[in-house]
């Protein structure tokens, strides 16, 4: 009964991915001939225009057959993302990706490993979607999403090994930008429940094993805290994490060193979740500041948004909110000023761009979310009675220049990258 629930569930999960990869491929042909739309814009095309995907390019990503492009067509995209993505967001260890890419060509069509495959097929859409590459060889990230959908069944109720999250992991990644947030809810909270079965939150599990497999293990469990923490806030729906039960150190926040070389990609060196200006003289260690951004975006819906904070006097409520907000004020003291959005445009190199433009626009939605108007702020409701009684003007919501200012700082930064849509939030 427990297995038959399972597969219920997991057919609705399956059902939701692939109407959300249906509505994102009809965005994404859109933008091929067109400006990236704005927000306000998505709506309307996925209603107006019919769902005309080329069924038999989808179809193809039957378990039985497992395609893919040829693998010189395949390695030069595994190594940009790799290089230009990977190395900054770990998800996958470098050599052992290469090697299961390698091994997936070099045995028969019977013997490929449906998990492999799907992983590829999430490193190629994660590639196309983050424009690491233009080829028209590889598939849409689309294309590629629904692949790796339609072998979900395997990542989930298989032998769950590190490479089973790291698949769930990138199909979150691929989804939590839409506009419907449900796919990536649901799955997000699938993937935390089988990083717990393995342990990836709990350092005691993996006391065996040796110093650059734990560290690959840690750096998942990290990346699905960040995208659990930022699903909650955007959704305001409680995340599935509880922060107590983790035993996990965070990424040492000091760069040990910098490879010049970016083709060396030995997450020994201490160089992954490292970003640097464009002349190396600054480093940041991004992924930190995404795992500690992340913890301020859980307390954001913790402290403003969740039934246990309604439950708050309004006294309480504004003393918590003060305390979110002083803790975005203390991380936002921690960027160096190089990789502020204003600074950063001017500072780092244009590859490196994209990952503070996602930085920067979390953290404003955190900063939006904690000081826009609310009812238990009694200053600014007092001052509403005033102008209601007095017509004395109201005041401003606090913080409002501060908001504003961080607002035009991000333009600056969108600027320079030259490109705008739904992705460019997350």
């Given amino acids: 009964m427990a297995i038959s629930n399972m597969q219920g569930r997991l057919g609705q999960l399956e059902s939701l991915v692939q109407q959300m990869s249906e509505r994102l491929d009809v965005i ?16 309307e095309i996925s209603t107006a225009i019919s769902l005309n995907i ?53 045995v028969g069509v019977l013997q490929r490993d449906p998990v492999v495959w799907a992983a590829i097929n999430v490193v190629l859409a994660l590639a196309r979607r983050h424009h690491l590459v233009a080829s028209h060889d590889i598939p849409s990230a689309t294309v590629c999403l629904s692949r790796a959908e339609s072998v979900l069944s395997r990542v989930v109720l298989g032998d769950i090994q590190l490479l089973n999250i790291q698949v769930l992991v ?51 469990f990290w990346l699905v805290y960040i995208l659990d923490k930022d699903l909650s806030m955007r959704s305001k729906q409680a995340s599935v994490q509880i922060d107590d039960d983790i035993n996990l150190e965070l990424p040492s ?104 433009r996602t930085l920067h626009s979390t953290s404003l939605a955190c900063t939006t979310l904690i000081y826009q108007a609310h009812a238990w702020d009694v200053e600014w409701v007092a001052s509403i009675r005033r102008y209601g009684s007095q017509g004395i003007q109201p005041l401003l919501p606090p913080k409002w220049e501060v908001l504003v200012g961080e607002a035009r700082d991000l333009l600056v930064l969108f600027g320079a990258l030259g490109e705008f849509d739904r992705w460019s939030f997350w």
């Fill in 28 to 43: 994404e042909r859109r933008n091929e001939v067109e400006p990236p739309l704005q927000h306000d814009n998505v709506n």
């Fill in 54 to 106: 080329t069924r038999n390019e989808v179809d193809n990503a039957s378990p039985k057959s497992l395609i893919l492009p040829p693998l010189e067509q395949v390695l030069p995209v595994v190594q940009t993302y790799l290089q230009d993505f990977n190395s900054v967001l770990p998800l996958f260890h470098a050599d052992t990706l290469l090697r299961l890419t390698h091994n997936f060509y070099s």
């Fill in 170 to 220: 990138g199909m979150v990644m691929l989804l939590q930008a839409a506009q419907d947030t449900k796919p990536a809810l649901i799955l997000i909270a699938t993937t935390i429940r089988l990083a717990h079965g393995i342990g990836l939150h709990d350092r005691t599990h993996s006391a065996h094993l040796d110093s650059l497999h734990m560290r690959q293990r840690a750096y998942v």
């Fill in 253 to 356: 926040s000091t760069v040990l060193q910098h490879n010049e070389d970016r083709s060396k990609l030995d997450s020994s060196d201490g160089t992954l979740g490292v970003m640097s200006t464009a002349d190396g003289t600054v480093k940041m260690n991004y992924l930190t500041a995404r795992i500690q951004l992340a913890a301020v975006q859980g307390a954001v819906y913790n402290y403003i948004y969740s039934t246990r904070s309604r439950k708050r006097s309004p006294e309480e409520r504004s003393h918590a909110l003060q305390s979110v907000a002083s803790a975005l004020e203390q991380w936002k003291a921690f960027i160096p000023s190089e990789f502020m959005a204003s600074a950063g445009s001017r500072r780092v190199a244009p590859a490196m761009l994209r990952f503070l």
